[in-house]
């Protein structure tokens, strides 16, 4: 099997879980509204694994949650699993989800967004992926 058609099953078998995982149950369940869009991006350190780097890197995530639009937020470390279709070579991943494809496109574009990537990714992300669905 082609390698990158071998990484490409392996994000969406991740990106699955990570949704799935999201869906409230019980007498605390909450429709999701249609046409909400969900945000994921999975970050790889310069310093894989450096526990100050992640720190900091979570710290500065979480000041994107004040942006306007934002629903809700989620960030945090691969779990360890012994499932070979499971990600984990990532060190932080993040999960937010906006009301609508227009509150995604003014996050994008404020200026928050911007001095966050130039205080924590040019520094410490050796590489970054999104992800964008409109959730049905």
């Not at 994000?11 to 249609?34: D, E, K, N, Y």
């Not at 012994?82 to 227009?102: H, I, N, Y």
């Not at 520094?123 to 970054?128: A, E, G």
């Amino acid at each position: 099997m082609n390698f990158s058609l071998f990484f490409r099953m392996r994000i969406a078998m991740f990106l699955t879980c990570i949704a799935l995982s999201l869906v409230p149950t019980g007498a605390q369940a909450v429709a999701t509204r249609t046409g909400q869009v969900t945000h994921v991006m999975l970050f790889w350190l310069k310093r894989p694994g450096n526990v100050d780097d992640q720190n900091f890197l979570r710290r500065a995530l979480r000041t994107l949650r004040r942006v306007r639009g934002v629903n809700d937020m989620r960030i945090g470390r691969p779990l360890s699993v012994d499932r070979p279709v499971a990600e984990q070579s990532f060190d932080l991943g993040v999960v937010m989800t906006f009301r609508d494809r227009e509150a995604l496109e003014k996050f994008e574009r404020d200026p928050r967004r911007e001095q966050a990537i130039d205080a924590m990714l040019r520094p410490l992300v050796r590489q970054y992926t999104v992800y964008n669905f409109v959730n049905e």
